[in-house]
């Protein structure tokens, strides 16, 4: 037996030590419940989305038998959306991956974990002896545990030396991250859940809540049927199941969003609308750089230069986007935009805004995120209970993993970075290694580091918990560069068979949700552990344990000098965020609840950053501080940022916008809800949603095949004209879950220069009859 897998199996002896010793009930602990029929119960949060929904687990016999909604999650009370009614099955599609595979010729055979991680640890020493540390490459996932990311950060960035780690959260939430930076100088949101029960007035942008956050969205309804005074708005671009229960869905052109935002703040600033008082105690104000590129050039960069402004100057800014104007460019009627402006603005109701996908895969996702800050600055609807902008996220962990542990080329932990000399001192000096070991320069966002496999400038990389073949825009160009040989090598650990694994050169099965510890971090900075409550099945393996044996065979086996690996990471990783307004607690405190909100002082959670009386941070008398922004004084910035057109309209050739995203019952690439039948049932092929009218003057019916294209590629696709989902005239959505329709080969590769996140929603495309 080899020293770090002994070393795991030693950990898993003082998990259960720990589990017994808290006194927790749960699987893992000497105390395990178990109910009348022989089952285990153990606590866990969702494998799905961002939500962070607190689920039972029911184990017989080494198995996973049953899940429920855990009745003692503040976050979903006990409820769960169909994919979480199924997690009890996503473990064990017929297919799991059980050995590892190494590719010989066109065949992939079965090798022991010696040979696998031998041959690729062999591949990662020629390629850093050949051409350098920045030919290796990591790319990760929101759904990675704390634990996960934290390793592969410090074996990338402090053990090998290159800042080649990125995760898939890029391609879904690095624009709510600037978005953040720039603004508030801090990521992650400034109020909670509770907002939902609390408030009486929610703008939804781009986000439809009731198929992608359905949990949260029957929060919001919920309170509308207590508060018959609750307003639900939703803006889209395609009618949706949110459409249908919002109290008013107003429809506008895809990227005109910007100039509805600034329309808005227009009309409080011309009606006087605006909070004086709160502008003057807690608001910069600040405009950037403009026309900014698009990042379709290989090797694109691109830095702002933000300058600062007065009030007067803003307004000014601000004059070019009367309400006439911004009709005229988005669709939406004047009426409308004025009405919109006056609930922003009213005194008396509590507004609450909240997006995902629409304003974060956008070639101005950062611009988006200002933009709907600036109104919640100007009204002074922010930092209270039941009134604050809130960015909802996608994956189990996309915030407690990419964002907070900083699995970004350019980050680390406690929204620090690569790019200032003193955050890689402190990095360094608790990861016991020379300083001048973390490079100073990020190197590739998602997009780029994938381009950079195509070209050859990396030469190995490792794809853990994601499907990038599948889910990269342009995919076409990145599917073909992963086989393009010439050196490149690309491993894959997974636990089902991918249209990534299909590419790889070594495939590596691993262990998922419960079958391992875990941390996960949700959209509200909740803080959720689990124990591991099954094994794996056959030889599939921790993905913290495979990073771990790459780093032994690397020669950094010194990184990673722990007895029971996860607790004592926990304990490290919380040196780089106390302090810092982001402290945690100790490991053994998330064993015990239901998760805790970040900042945690003393033992007690922060419901509302910035707030006096919530936030231990801010002291008394001084009722709101936006204290990581030391920069400016502890104040917030009101960005000018203009409109500017997406990367790619329509045109006579190509005459549809093109929007992909998510369907209820599947997530993401279908990896795991494809295994589950019912699922599939309910929801087996995507299609191509179009509206009636172009469907007619097409000769397309329902049923009919059609075929899309773009200028990257094409597809087949079934018509429905009268699904779920409603596309506006012009306008065709697909869902991007289904293997065997690579919708994504179509989108365009075009991201915001920012955030370096690609814009999913828009680009331009043709329909005609297959």
């Known amino acids: 037996m080899d020293v770090s897998r002994r070393d795991f199996i030693k950990a898993s002896a003082a998990a259960a030590a720990l589990a017994a010793a808290t006194g927790g009930k749960f699987v893992g602990s000497a105390e395990a419940a178990m109910d009348t029929s022989g089952l285990k119960w153990g606590k866990a949060p969702c494998r799905f989305c961002g939500t962070g929904c607190g689920v039972l687990v029911g184990v017989r016999d080494g198995k996973i038998v049953a899940t429920k909604g855990d009745p003692q999650s503040p976050v979903n009370k006990g409820l769960n959306c169909i994919k979480g009614y199924f997690l009890s099955k996503i473990l064990y599609g017929k297919d799991r991956l059980t050995k590892p595979l190494i590719r010989?010729?066109?065949?992939?055979?079965?090798?022991?974990?010696?040979?696998?991680?031998?041959?690729?640890?062999?591949?990662?020493?020629?390629?850093?002896?050949?051409y350098g540390p920045d030919s290796v490459a990591i790319y990760g996932s929101g759904q990675w545990t704390v634990f996960e990311g934290y390793a592969a950060s410090k074996l990338f960035k402090g053990g090998i030396g290159t800042n080649n780690i990125e995760p898939n959260a890029r391609l879904c939430m690095a624009s709510a991250v600037t978005g953040f930076m720039t603004t508030f100088a801090s990521d992650e949101p400034m109020?909670?859940?509770?907002?939902?029960?609390?408030?009486?007035?929610?703008?939804?942008?781009?986000?439809?809540?009731?198929?992608?956050?359905?949990?949260?969205?029957?929060r919001l309804i919920d309170n509308r049927l207590k508060n018959p005074n609750v307003k639900i708005i939703d803006f889209g671009t395609r009618h949706t199941r949110t459409s249908q229960m919002a109290d008013q869905y107003i429809k506008f052109v895809p990227q005109t969003d910007l100039a509805l935002m600034n329309g808005i703040a227009h009309i409080i600033v011309r009606d006087k609308l605006y909070d004086e008082?709160?502008?003057?105690?807690?608001?910069?104000?600040?405009?950037?750089?403009?026309?900014?590129?698009?990042?379709?050039?290989?090797?694109?960069?691109?830095?702002?230069d933000p300058k600062p402004q007065t009030f007067d100057e803003y307004k000014e800014f601000l004059k070019l986007y009367t309400p006439e104007y911004v009709s005229k460019l988005s669709g939406v009627p004047v009426q409308t935009i004025e009405a919109v402006a006056k609930l922003y603005a009213d005194k008396d109701r509590k507004v609450n805004s909240l997006w995902t996908m629409g304003f974060n895969q956008h070639v101005r996702g950062t611009w988006a995120n200002n933009l709907v800050y600036n109104l919640h600055l100007l009204t002074g609807k922010i930092c209270k209970p039941g009134e604050n902008?809130?960015?909802?996220?996608?994956?189990?962990?996309?915030?407690?993993?990419?964002?907070?542990?900083?699995?970004?080329?350019?980050?680390?932990?406690?929204?620090?970075?690569?790019?200032?000399?003193?955050?890689?001192?402190?990095?360094?000096?608790?990861?016991?290694?020379?300083?001048?070991?973390?490079?100073?320069?990020?190197?590739?966002?998602?997009?780029?580091?994938?381009?950079?496999?195509?070209?050859?400038d990396i030469k190995v990389v490792w794809v853990q918990v994601t499907n990038p073949f599948q889910s990269l825009p342009n995919l076409n160009r990145y599917r073909k560069g992963a086989r393009k040989g010439d050196g490149r090598f690309v491993i894959v650990s997974d636990i089902y068979p991918?249209?990534?694994?299909?590419?790889?050169?070594?495939?590596?099965?691993?262990?998922?949700?419960?079958?391992?510890?875990?941390?996960?971090?949700?959209?509200?900075?909740?803080?959720?552990?689990?124990?591991?409550?099954?094994?794996?099945?056959?030889?599939?393996?921790?993905?913290?344990?495979?990073?771990?044996?790459?780093?032994?065979?690397?020669?950094?086996?010194?990184?990673?000098?722990?007895?029971?690996?996860?607790?004592?990471?926990?304990?490290e990783y919380r040196l780089f965020n106390a302090g810092q307004g982001k402290d945690l607690a100790p490991y053994e405190d998330y064993t015990k609840s239901r998760g805790l909100r970040w900042p945690v002082v003393n033992g007690k959670e922060t419901l509302y950053r910035y707030a006096e009386g919530y936030d231990p941070y801010v002291k008394a008398g001084e009722g709101i501080k936006f204290?990581?922004?030391?920069?400016?004084?502890?104040?917030a910035v009101i960005w000018a940022r203009p409109y500017e057109p997406a990367a790619e309209s329509p045109d006579k050739k190509y005459p549809f916008w093109l929007c992909t995203g998510r369907v209820l019952e599947h997530w993401h690439t279908g990896t795991m809800t494809g295994r589950v039948p019912e699922l599939r049932r309910a929801y087996g092929a995507a299609v191509c949603e179009l509206h009636p009218e172009d469907a007619k003057r097409l000769g397309i019916k329902q049923g009919s095949k059609v075929k899309l294209s773009s200028r990257r590629g094409s597809i087949v696709l079934t018509a429905d004209l009268r699904g779920r989902g409603k596309a506006e005239k012009g306008n065709v959505f697909v869902a991007f879950f289904d293997e065997n329709k690579l919708i994504n080969e179509l989108c365009i590769d075009a991201y915001c220069p920012i955030s370096g996140e690609p814009d999913y929603k828009k680009c331009a495309v043709k329909l005609e009859r297959a």
């Open 104 to 130: 010989k010729g066109d065949k992939m055979v079965e090798a022991s974990w010696e040979e696998a991680m031998t041959l690729i640890a062999g591949k990662f020493k020629e390629a850093i002896a050949t």
């Open 191 to 218: 109020g909670c859940y509770d907002d939902l029960d609390q408030g009486d007035t929610y703008f939804l942008w781009g986000a439809n809540m009731a198929e992608c956050h359905p949990v949260l969205f029957s």
């Open 277 to 304: 008082n709160f502008i003057k105690k807690h608001v910069v104000f600040k405009k950037g750089k403009t026309s900014i590129g698009y990042g379709l050039e290989d090797k694109f960069t691109f830095t702002d």
């Open 389 to 456: 902008p809130m960015s909802l996220t996608g994956q189990p962990s996309a915030c407690g993993t990419t964002r907070e542990v900083g699995t970004f080329t350019h980050r680390l932990p406690a929204d620090m970075v690569v790019t200032n000399p003193e955050h890689r001192e402190k990095a360094a000096k608790i990861w016991g290694v020379d300083p001048k070991k973390i490079p100073a320069k990020p190197t590739y966002n998602a997009t780029e580091m994938f381009r950079a496999l195509d070209r050859g």
């Open 498 to 571: 991918t249209r990534s694994t299909e590419l790889a050169d070594v495939i590596l099965p691993s262990a998922s949700w419960v079958e391992k510890e875990g941390v996960f971090g949700n959209a509200e900075r909740r803080t959720q552990q689990w124990f591991k409550q099954v094994d794996p099945p056959g030889e599939a393996r921790n993905d913290l344990w495979q990073t771990i044996e790459l780093a032994r065979l690397l020669g950094h086996g010194n990184l990673f000098p722990y007895e029971y690996v996860e607790k004592e990471m926990w304990e």
């Open 627 to 635: 204290y990581k922004n030391k920069k400016d004084d502890g104040k």
